[in-house]
T-cell receptor, first 115, second 111 residues
Framework: EMQMVESGGNLVQPGGSLRLSCAVSGFTFSNYAMNWVRQAAGKGLEWVSRISTSDGSIHYADSVRGRFTISRDDSRNILYLQMNSLSVEDSATYYCAKEPTGGLVTRGQGTLVTV | QTVVTQEPSLTVSPGGTVTLTCASSTGTVTSGYFPNWFQQKPGQAPRALIYSTSNKHSWTPARFSGSLLGGRAALTLSGVQPDDEAEYYC???????????FGGGTRLTVL
């Protein structure tokens, strides 16, 4: 069964840093692009970042570009999101999402970041 | 900046049929936007329902269907059940620097 477990969320001061992790199992992690999606309390979903597979191409939402860094460790089946220069606007629950062809799939309960 | 627009709220009676739509500020939504639909109930994580316009995940109930309708992506719920009361989000693919964009969500009330 596919599992994606997010962790690393915490309470942090503005300007601080956090590293989120997403440990996956139940599918061949290295075969899929992966994404981070976030949701501020009482707000809608927001796509944050994407990392592809073989060529490692990376994309970021304008709101986080230059402050967040996505990466992956295919040997450990873990997706990361390094978040620097955090602001109040970054407070949200962060979900990782697998990207099979044509869509995104979430599985975990997310990890809460409070700035 | 690309904007994806959904109805803020809709109400449907149990057993009825309702269609939610998803529009793009760039114009007509086609299959090339790979429309996705997610369901989110209060206090829960979002769950993917539909991908690539009309494809269902293995866990998607048969009463949910996706399509293109009048230049928009659409999610139709047939034989609505009280358990379908939730927030529904569409998501479109634009490629480029920011490949995926979510709509603002539709709050569906079953009443």
């Amino acid at each position: 069964e596919m599992q994606m477990v997010e962790s690393g969320g915490n309470l942090v001061q503005p300007g601080g840093s956090l590293r989120l992790s997403c440990a996956v199992s139940g599918f061949t992690f290295s075969n899929y692009a992966m994404n981070w999606v976030r949701q501020a309390a009482g707000k809608g979903l927001e796509w944050v970042s994407r990392i592809s597979t073989s060529d490692g191409s990376i994309h970021y939402a304008d709101s986080v570009r230059g402050r967040f860094t996505i990466s992956r460790d295919d040997s450990r089946n873990i997706l990361y999101l390094q978040m620097n220069s955090l602001s109040v606007e970054d407070s949200a629950t962060y979900y990782c999402a697998k990207e099979p062809t044509g869509g995104l799939v979430t599985r975990g309960q997310g990890t809460l970041v409070t700035v | 900046q690309t904007v994806v627009t959904q109805e803020p709220s809709l109400t449907v009676s149990p057993g009825g049929t309702v269609t939610l739509t998803c529009a793009s500020s760039t114009g007509t939504v086609t299959s090339g936007y790979f429309p996705n639909w997610f369901q989110q109930k209060p206090g829960q994580a979002p769950r993917a329902l539909i991908y690539s316009t009309s494809n269902k995940h293995s866990w998607t109930p048969a009463r949910f269907s996706g399509s293109l309708l009048g230049g928009r992506a659409a999610l139709t719920l047939s034989g609505v059940q009280p358990d379908d009361e939730a927030e529904y989000y569409c998501m479109l693919f634009y490629g480029g620097a920011q490949p995926w964009v979510f709509g603002g969500g539709t709050r569906l009330t079953v009443l």
